[in-house]
């Protein structure tokens, strides 16, 4: 990664850890993670808990240890694409943004193949970010299929292409863009280097050509089977700038190693 742009280690707890486990959590990592984040204003580390555990832990982490110039981020995993209104079951943008959730996670794979999210709502759920001021993750990646059919890059530009077509390109709300093969997430095997790097290089040309300059210099993340072991080769690519870590953030003693490794790096 360029020590340019901000690193972000970004993890999803997906559907684990109850709000008794991800207060323990957010206790042990604000502290393990303390140094660094003192240190390095341009790490950041996030975690995505149940939406259930938000509030608490927003609440919490003011009362943890780290310097309040760069606390633990809180991301929420999934957001409304409406603004408010009668929409049984959603949670929307500005009401996360009240209780200081950072961020939103908006694309993840599994969000696409289980509750058939397509690219035209995803680029709603953008925009009611964009508006309410809500931090925007933005995930794309090919299934393995599309990627022996060679289609990957073709995939990837459309879905970051469509997922920001109602982003302001004017608007101010952090806007970071993570790739995440769908064959690489939750099954050890992690994309290369080379494989990784060819796509972010591709993700960020395109970035910036729908959002000049600004667009450029994003931060994208990569997504997929990331372990401590692994961290330290795939953020040495020149346009890696951290990662959305799912099963190696569950422990905060493997997701801080994580972050560790990244600190060494932009600190070298
Ligand atoms: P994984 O998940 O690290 O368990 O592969 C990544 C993700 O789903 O974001």
């Given at each position: 990664?360029?020590?340019?742009?901000?690193?972000?280690?970004?993890?999803?707890?997906?559907?684990?850890?109850?709000?008794?486990?991800?207060?323990?959590?957010?206790?042990a990592?604000?502290?393990?993670s303390?140094?660094l984040?003192?240190?390095?204003?341009?790490?950041?580390?996030?975690?995505?808990p149940t939406?259930l555990?938000?509030d608490?832990a927003?609440?919490?982490?003011?009362?943890?240890?780290?310097?309040?110039k760069?606390?633990?981020?809180?991301l929420?995993?999934?957001?409304?694409?409406?603004?408010e209104?009668?929409?049984?079951?959603?949670?929307?943008?500005?009401?996360?943004?009240?209780?200081?959730?950072?961020?939103?996670?908006?694309?993840?794979?599994?969000?696409r193949k289980?509750?058939g999210?397509?690219?035209?709502?995803?680029?709603?759920?953008?925009?009611?970010?964009a508006?309410?001021?809500?931090g925007?993750?933005?995930c794309?990646?090919?299934?393995?299929?599309?990627?022996?059919?060679?289609?990957?890059?073709?995939v990837?530009?459309?879905?970051?292409?469509?997922?920001?077509?109602?982003?302001?390109?004017e608007?101010?709300?952090?806007?970071?863009?993570?790739?995440?093969?769908?064959?690489a997430?939750g099954?050890?095997?992690?994309a290369?280097?080379?494989?990784?790097?060819?796509?972010?290089?591709?993700?960020?040309?395109?970035?910036?050509?729908?959002?000049?300059?600004?667009?450029?210099?994003?931060?994208?993340?990569?997504?997929?089977?990331?372990?401590?072991?692994?961290?330290?080769?795939?953020?040495?690519a020149?346009?890696?700038?951290?990662?959305?870590?799912?099963?190696?953030?569950?422990?905060?003693?493997?997701?801080?190693a994580i972050?560790?490794?990244?600190?060494?790096?932009?600190?070298?």
């Amino acid at each position: 990664m360029s020590a340019a742009r901000d690193c972000w280690i970004l993890g999803n707890f997906k559907q684990n850890l109850g709000c008794a486990a991800v207060a323990e959590h957010l206790q042990a990592l604000s502290a393990a993670s303390q140094e660094l984040r003192q240190r390095l204003e341009n790490l950041h580390i996030g975690i995505a808990p149940t939406s259930l555990a938000l509030d608490r832990a927003a609440a919490r982490r003011s009362q943890c240890e780290g310097s309040p110039k760069n606390p633990v981020r809180l991301l929420a995993q999934n957001v409304a694409a409406q603004e408010e209104g009668a929409f049984t079951g959603e949670i929307g943008a500005g009401m996360l943004r009240e209780i200081g959730c950072d961020l939103a996670i908006i694309g993840h794979s599994e969000r696409r193949k289980y509750y058939g999210e397509q690219d035209a709502l995803l680029a709603q759920k953008v925009a009611v970010c964009a508006k309410a001021q809500l931090g925007v993750v933005l995930c794309v990646g090919e299934s393995l299929q599309e990627r022996d059919e060679g289609r990957h890059a073709q995939v990837v530009i459309q879905q970051l292409t469509a997922g920001l077509a109602q982003f302001p390109s004017e608007s101010s709300t952090p806007l970071l863009v993570a790739y995440e093969p769908v064959w690489a997430i939750g099954t050890g095997r992690s994309a290369s280097v080379q494989q990784a790097q060819e796509m972010h290089a591709l993700i960020r040309e395109e970035l910036g050509r729908l959002q000049g300059e600004r667009g450029h210099g994003r931060s994208i993340l990569y997504g997929g089977s990331v372990k401590a072991g692994n961290a330290a080769q795939l953020v040495r690519a020149a346009d890696i700038d951290g990662f959305l870590v799912g099963g190696a953030s569950l422990d905060p003693t493997s997701f801080h190693a994580i972050a560790q490794v990244a600190s060494e790096h932009l600190s070298s």
